[in-house]
């Protein structure tokens, strides 16, 4: 096998055509067309650090017949319903669906208990928040099958590659109907219209193996023997056993926490992030990275800031979250009388709009942990989001400001069109954060405006609050048998847990906790 590793950067028309991108492939590999059988394109990215954006690919050549398994072995599911061996899942987003199919994989059964709808069913209650501004408290942006993630873009760029193989998480996406290529991509990312789709495939997967997965059930307590956990109740009073628990119930779930902190089973306050969503018109941003009107061929451009900022002598990092080019503003709240915003974009990333978290750092110090124990930060979190909702005016109408009218401490007299479709009301931004969250924000603003240029002007506008990007409270386990250290047969998992933040670290960390429950229960 005669096999040759190269790197090319090509324009965008040339990266973009099919045919174009093989020749200039062979070329670059001193070969004619017909001299190589395979070309396997294996990441492309945007550089756009020259006068012109390119196209940067890395691709292997083939003068042979590549090995079988260049893409990585399919996923095979053994039929476990008569397994001796069941976990209890609790939470059917990436970690708890990742967590699921591993366990088969493994030949434990997974019963996947989900407090919300279905994916499709819950698109009615997307749709009665953004347009009746009514929030169903188990089925909304954060809860229901395939998580926060399903409705909230669909990102799948994640750091985490220590923490587990991030191509195996892919190739499983990919096999249940995923794009191939976010094999390729160096920002992968499916969409908030196609993973839906995805999702469902997942869970057919998982009932079509002799696994279950229950929807509106709501755990609302714990069978505790000593200090070990059995099982779980349910809002209906039905007691479910199994050999081990996975608790992967995502940021949101302030019951689960209440309900372990009432129950004695340790949990910890942990550090987080809140600020603003702030929205451009995508051709702003496309203009200052690209440094061209019309991008052409090239995706809707994004950018990834961060500034340390002090404040009465604390330092605190300022940094963008969750940026969405080409996208919308959500309505993410999980209970009437909070206003909470998220962002999200399509496939496609077509929308006029470009939006992104910009957050400050919220520690331990910054939080009355003498009152509120390990709940302080969820306590803070919720205090912000409930006084943006009577500040707005106790609907989903999310407060707002122009950014240039942010920086001088102004009420905007108007505001600009928005992707946000509850709508907006104007207000001083510094009323909803407080003092301290909106200085750390201005200073990072500022800066912000120094590296792209128009950034930090009246052509932008911040929308409150981005309180959700990771959970406030830590539900501590042990670093080798990822099981509490207190609760033995409990095993908490993703982000909800403390230990993922997205789609794919927390579906990794899903099959890390399905791996640990086999080594526990064995098959």
């Known amino acids: 096998m005669l096999k040759q590793e190269l790197e090319v950067l090509l324009a965008p028309e040339v990266a973009f055509d099919e045919l174009a991108r093989y020749e200039a492939i062979l070329q670059q590999a001193g070969l004619q067309p017909g001299e190589a059988d395979f070309v396997h394109l294996k990441r492309r990215s945007i550089d756009a650090r020259g006068r012109q954006a390119m196209v940067r690919l890395r691709a ?55 407090r919300g709808l279905d994916v499709r069913a819950r698109r009615r209650d997307l749709a009665a928040i953004n347009k009746d501004q009514v929030v169903n408290p188990d089925s909304n942006y954060c809860f229901g099958e395939g998580g926060a993630g399903t409705y909230s873009d669909g990102k799948l760029y ?29 920002h992968p990312h499916i969409g908030t219209n196609k993973l839906p789709a995805v999702v469902q495939d997942l869970r057919d997967a998982i009932i079509a193996a002799g696994g279950e997965v229950r929807f509106d059930t709501r755990v609302t307590d714990l069978i505790l023997e000593k200090d070990r956990l059995r099982g779980v109740v349910t809002a209906t009073g039905e007691a479910l056993e199994a050999d081990a628990t996975i608790l992967a119930t995502g940021h949101s779930a302030r019951d689960i926490y209440d309900l372990l902190h009432r129950r004695g089973v340790l949990i910890e306050a942990k550090p987080f992030a809140l600020g603003v969503r ?5 051709a702003l941003i496309d203009q200052a990275q690209y440094r061209r009107a019309e991008r052409g061929l090239l995706p809707a451009a994004s950018y990834s800031l961060v500034h340390q900022t002090e404040v009465r002598g604390e330092q605190r990092g300022v940094f963008s979250f969750c940026m969405c080019p080409g996208g919308f503003i ?9 206003v909470v915003v998220n962002g999200m974009s399509p496939s496609r990333r077509d929308s006029r709009f470009a939006n992104s978290g910009i957050v400050a750092a919220v520690e331990l110090s910054d939080l009355d942990v003498k009152q509120y124990g390990p709940m302080a930060g969820l306590h803070f979190q919720q205090e912000i989001e409930q006084r943006a909702c009577h500040i707005a005016g106790g609907t989903q109408h999310a407060p707002a400001q122009l950014l240039g009218d942010f920086l001088k401490d102004k009420q905007s007299n108007t505001l600009l069109e928005t992707s946000y479709q509850p709508g907006l009301v104007s207000v001083r931004m510094d009323d909803v954060l407080g003092p301290v969250l909106a200085e750390r924000l201005r200073q990072g603003f500022r800066d912000f405006g ?35 250290p207190v609760v033995a047969g409990l095993f908490p998992c993703g982000e909800g847990a403390g230990y993922a933040g997205g789609i794919v670290s927390a579906a990794m960390d899903g099959e890390r906790c399905a791996e640990a429950v086999a080594a526990l229960v064995g098959r």
Do not use: M
Request: aromatic share 6%; glycine share 8%.
């Open 450 to 484: 120094r590296k792209i240029p128009g950034y930090a002007t009246n052509a932008a506008q911040i929308v409150g609050v981005e309180s959700r990007t990771s959970a406030p409270v830590r539900i501590p386990r042990d670093k080798d048998t990822l099981q509490h």
């Open 278 to 282: 702030v929205e451009h018109p995508q």
């Open 60 to 114: 292997d050549v083939y003068q042979s017949a590549p090995p079988a398994d260049l893409f990585g072995p399919w996923f095979v599911y053994p039929n476990v319903k008569t397994a001796t061996r069941s976990t209890i899942i609790v939470g059917a987003g990436p970690a708890g669906l990742f967590a699921a199919l591993r366990c088969i994989e493994l030949g434990i059964k997974p019963i996947v208990l989900e």
């Open 330 to 338: 959500v309505p993410a709240a999980t209970a009437p009388g909070e």
């Open 158 to 186: 994640t750091r985490a590659t220590k923490r587990g193989d991030v191509g195996r998480v892919l190739r499983r996406l990919v096999q249940h109907g995923a794009t191939p290529d976010i094999l390729v991509d160096a």
